[in-house]
């Protein structure tokens, strides 16, 4: 299958979460880091699964909030309660990763609330198209 798109991790997201990532799971982050990438290289294949859902979109971006499980262990994608948060830019095919988080990384009783709030405050240039 031919890759469509471009994957970049921001800076917010390597410096937050994914460092609780790397530190639980070690070598099998790595495999998960991998397969994140590979599913987003084609994002477009993905969104036509439940794995994938298009949060909100402006012009030839969208905000979209993805599922997946970390290798190596029993839970699917969809239980995990591991999401990643991804700007796609459609024009320019690139992935950007903007948050990477599990269910035990947000406090707040609203997941949705809580990631929104971290999306408009360390990424300005996307607050517009939540």
């Known amino acids: 299958m031919q890759v469509n798109f471009s994957v970049q991790f921001e800076k917010f997201a390597e410096s937050h979460f994914i460092k609780h990532f790397e530190k639980k799971y070690r070598n099998h982050w790595l495999t998960t880091r991998k397969a994140i990438i590979a599913s987003l290289e084609r994002i477009d294949a993905l969104l036509l699964t439940d794995r994938a859902e298009t949060i909100s979109s402006k012009g030839s971006l969208r905000l ?6 970390v ?7 969809k239980t995990s309660g591991n999401r990643c948060i991804v ?29 929104q ?3 408009r405050a360390n990424y300005p240039e996307y607050k517009n198209i939540l």
């Open 71 to 77: 290798d190596g262990t029993k839970e699917s994608a």
């Open 64 to 69: 979209i909030k993805t599922k997946f499980r």
């Open 117 to 119: 709030s971290l999306v």
């Open 87 to 115: 700007i796609c830019d459609f024009d320019k095919k690139i992935v950007a990763v903007l948050l990477v988080y599990g269910k035990t990384n947000l406090s707040d009783h609203n997941e949705t609330a809580q990631w």
